[in-house]
T-cell receptor, first 113, second 115 residues
């Protein structure tokens, strides 16, 4: 059973516009959420995280929104740049239990010049 | 550069063989995690060590084992290899000391090909 789902395998946006990547989770014990970016032949790179006690966290062009009642989070990238083209993984953890990260299968973002 | 190093970068071996993957965490990080990424799967958690002790286990096969040494580097041992073990194996580390330290930082991975 997939506890973290990224339902869009791919997303294409124009440079300068907003990219919105979505993630849904099913385990109500998850209390910490993270987004990672991955380029081919590299390991995932940590982007931004959010604790379940918050509903928004911002870091430069990246903002993560958390809707606990809907068990949904999203990553907004504004403005999108061609260098943002990568696979984005959503991950969740239950910090009160195991510290392991449970990952979605990723969304491939392509930002067109 | 995350500060996490993994060796080797690529490994090609035959079925039935045994291999060892090595990971050095970021300086000061006490926790090491191992993940497997197969072609049709996302990243799957295998096992976690914290300061030399096993802390959590995921869907790790009995043919696989890991350890963390006093200098905090970790090794993942894969034995009786099967074709289906071909995957990317990632190591990650985290400081684990404060609520703000839950991020895990990943190494570049080891690509294992079993032929």
């Amino acid at each position: 059973d997939q506890q973290v789902k990224q339902n869009s395998p791919s997303l294409s946006v124009q440079e300068g516009r907003i990219s919105i990547l979505n993630c849904d989770y099913t385990n109500s014990m998850f209390d910490y959420f993270l987004w990672y970016k991955k380029y081919p032949a590299e390991g995932p790179t940590f982007l931004i995280s959010i604790s379940s006690i918050k509903d928004k966290n911002e870091d430069g062009r990246f903002t993560v929104f958390l809707n606990k009642s809907a068990k949904h989070l999203s990553l907004h990238i504004v403005p999108s740049q061609p260098g943002d083209s990568a696979v984005y993984f959503c991950a969740a953890s239950d910090q009160g239990g195991s510290e392991k990260l449970v990952f979605g299968k990723g969304t491939k973002l392509t930002v067109n010049p | 550069d995350s500060g996490v190093t993994q060796t080797p970068k690529h490994l090609i071996t035959a079925t039935g063989q045994r291999v060892t993957l090595r990971c050095s965490p970021r300086s000061g990080d006490l926790s090491v995690y191992w993940y497997q990424q197969s072609l049709d799967q996302g990243l799957q958690f295998l096992i976690q060590y914290y300061n030399g002790e096993e802390r959590a286990k995921g869907n790790i096969l009995e043919r696989f084992s890991a350890q963390q040494f006093p200098d905090l580097h970790s090794e993942l041992n894969l034995s009786s290899l099967e074709l289906g073990d071909s995957a990317l194996y990632f190591c990650a580390s985290s400081p684990r000391g404060s609520p703000e330290s839950y991020e895990q930082y990943f190494g570049p991975g080891t690509r294992l090909t079993v032929t």
